[in-house]
């Protein structure tokens, strides 16, 4: 069994005329979010092998507000998971090699959304069903090979936004 994480980056400043949606930064809301989910994940012992993540700025800015970990991961920054749709995250997931144990993606909605929700089917809890909020991470366990995942093969972990605490069966 593997673990899979699904991660939305965090609060971004607003969109402005002359810079790219790809080039937004975190806001300084999203770097104390990123950070309080940083101690989440310790306190979780979530450790992921392998980090997806999109190639945008403030995807990066997440990455960086949730360092340090206690094993560094395999990092891949990935342009094709920029504004990726639910599909296209779960091809990036397949081709990841068996030995990795978890995988971490931090990416955009609304695909990532779609994504957890149809990973979580009928277990999803009413919070992520209604929204899937920056900085917000969704946890599953994967009952098959990485590169035969699908959403009945995985397992609804726990849906975590920054100050909460863990929801969902563990």
Known sequence: MHQLLLMRH???VRASAGLPDHSRALAPQGIEAAARMRQTLHELGFA??????SSAKRTQETLIALEPWDDRPNIEVL?????ATAARLLDSIRETRETVRSVMVIGHNPGLHEL????AGPK???????HYPTASLTEFTVLTPWQ???PAMTRFGCFIQPGDTPSGPR
């Open 10 to 12: 965090a609060k971004a």
């Open 48 to 53: 992921p092998d392998v980090i997806l993540v």
């Open 79 to 83: 342009d094709t998971l920029y504004m």
């Open 116 to 119: 957890a929700l149809a990973l």
């Open 124 to 130: 999803a809890p009413a919070s992520l069903l209604e």
């Open 148 to 150: 035969a995942i699908k």
